[in-house]
């Protein structure tokens, strides 16, 4: 029987190229898998893109798109949320699960939502808000500029937090590429949650700075609450890259997730 198709929603400032790495490694051991380029994301590194910063709404109308596309190949989906992608992630996917779309004599459909060390708030919270919980010494530095657009002003000290279990001198390369996001998908709160009725996966890292075990355990235990039933949960010794730092532990989670 054919697993499901996987679709990985990157963090903020983060392209699927970031990714790609991992990518190769999951469809050598037989998965399909790739990403989407969040609206939220510039183009280039250290830029934004023309027009109004886009929201966290259409991050999420953008992965309910892919969603809607792959289920309409007649593929189950799972969609992995990494860092504030757990935000949209929660927002996206509404009338798409497999369950949904049977009714409508459809096949294929959304089967599962997998979080890898991220932001998730409840109803009427938003990225800023789960982030208020992270220790000022861990706060990531992220300056907002005029344009609505921010930008990691200092990438070393964003990668001493982001990358704490890796190469300073890579992380801070890797962060000089990173691509502006836009400041106000941060505020915007959460109006739906496909978490609670769809089955959910959780990649806890334990060593992240950026979002602490205990803030990551504490959107396992809404999630939880919400749903009315068990998270799956794998916990690993890693930062908040870990698709850099522990790639070995990331791929075998991607690889071992199913509907």
């Not at 790739?34 to 992965?63: C, F, Q, W």
């Not at 369950?99 to 991220?118: D, F, I, M, N, P």
């Not at 344009?147 to 001198?169: K, Q, Y």
């Amino acid at each position: 029987m054919t697993k499901p198709t996987i679709v990985l929603v990157p963090g903020s400032f983060a392209v699927p190229e970031l990714y790609n790495p991992i990518f190769d490694a999951v469809r050598q051991r037989g998965r399909e898998i790739g990403g989407v380029h969040l609206p939220s994301v510039g183009l280039k590194p250290r830029e934004g893109r023309p027009g109004n910063p886009p929201t966290m709404y259409d991050d999420a109308e953008h992965i309910s798109k892919e969603i809607e596309r792959l289920s309409d190949e007649g593929k189950d989906v799972i969609v992995i949320g990494h860092s504030y992608g757990g935000v949209p992630v929660s927002q996206s996917g509404k009338g798409l699960s497999k369950e949904e779309r049977q009714k409508q004599g459809k096949s294929g459909g959304l089967v599962r939502l997998a979080y890898l060390t991220c932001l998730v708030p409840g109803l009427g919270g938003s990225a800023r808000d789960v982030l208020a919980d992270v220790p000022d010494e861990h706060k990531v530095e992220m300056k907002v500029l005029d344009s609505g657009w921010m930008v990691h002003d200092n990438p070393e000290s964003t990668a001493r937090i982001c990358f704490s279990l890796g190469d300073l001198e890579e992380g801070t390369a890797i962060v000089k590429t990173f691509p502006m996001h836009s400041a106000v998908s941060f505020v915007n709160p959460l109006t739906y949650a496909r978490f609670t009725d769809v089955p959910c996966s959780y990649l806890l890292c334990e060593q992240d700075l950026c979002i602490p075990a205990s803030v990551q355990k504490a959107g396992i235990d809404m999630i939880e609450k919400e749903s009315g039933r068990k998270v799956d949960v794998t916990s690993i010794y890693a930062d908040h890259i870990p698709n850099v730092t522990s790639p070995k532990e990331t791929i075998d989670w991607i690889v071992g997730l199913d509907a």
